[in-house]
């Protein structure tokens, strides 16, 4: 049983740059949460997404997007990229038929933007 | 406003003894709360959870206690091992589906 899973590992990217960032979610959920760590910070929640749609924000500029597909992947971009969206992405799978609150993360994309 | 606090960024413990890390919040709507360990280079791994309906849930070696009118979880690990080093991080779910983390608790366990 394949867990939460993203890709790419690390990225670097230059200011002014968009980046697409790619997360398949665990088996049977159909949720997925996106969230960015910087250094010495816990994760911030960007947005969830369920049934192809955003269910929740946080907050974060229109600058962060996102999409989910019919097979419950999901994708975050973020355009005009700035020197502070430098984190960790993290993207965490929920839900499914015996629906819980409990988040399964992915090991994250390590995003660099210079 | 920081919603979720973890106040202590580090503690250490010797092996075998009690790891007690806490986690105040101030929101009381707040229905669920979890608690995740990471270790470097790795995402979160989920860890336990509780209901807010609940004041303590077990497993294993892991037993998590809410305390609803002083708005504190407290996770302890008992006995500690050195393989539990790593960040600990409280969460808490509110019904907006929205997932608020506290900003970690680096634990230490000495051999």
């Known amino acids: 049983d394949a867990g939460v899973t993203q890709s790419p590992t690390h990225l670097i990217k230059t200011r002014g740059q968009q980046v697409t960032l790619r997360c398949s979610p665990k088996s049977g959920h159909d949720t997925v949460s996106w969230y960015q760590q910087a250094l010495g910070q816990g994760p911030q929640f960007i947005f969830q997404?369920?049934?192809?749609?955003?269910?929740q924000r946080g907050n974060f500029p229109d600058r962060f997007s996102g999409h989910q597909f019919p097979n419950y992947s999901s994708e975050l971009n973020v355009n005009a990229l700035l020197l502070g969206d430098s984190a960790l992405y993290l993207c965490?799978?929920?839900?499914?038929?015996?629906?819980?609150?409990?988040?399964?993360f992915g090991p994250g994309t390590r995003l660099t933007v210079t | 406003d920081q919603q979720v606090k973890q106040n202590s960024p580090s503690l250490s413990v010797q092996e075998g003894r009690i790891s007690i890390l806490n986690c105040d919040y101030t929101?009381?709507?707040?229905?669920?709360f979890l608690w995740y360990k990471k270790y470097p280079a790795e995402g979160p791994t989920f860890l336990i959870s509780i209901s807010s309906i609940k004041d303590k849930n077990e497993d294993g070696r892991f037993t998590v206690f809410l305390n609803k009118s002083a708005k504190h979880l407290s996770l302890h690990i008992v006995p500690s091992q050195p393989g539990d080093s790593a960040v600990y991080f409280c969460a808490a779910h509110s019904g907006t589906y929205k997932y608020i983390f506290g900003t970690g608790t680096r634990l230490k366990v000495l051999a």
């Open positions: 997404y369920y049934e192809e749609e955003e269910r």
């Open positions: 965490a799978s929920s839900g499914g038929l015996y629906e819980s609150y409990e988040q399964y």
């Open positions: 929101n009381s709507m707040f229905d669920y």
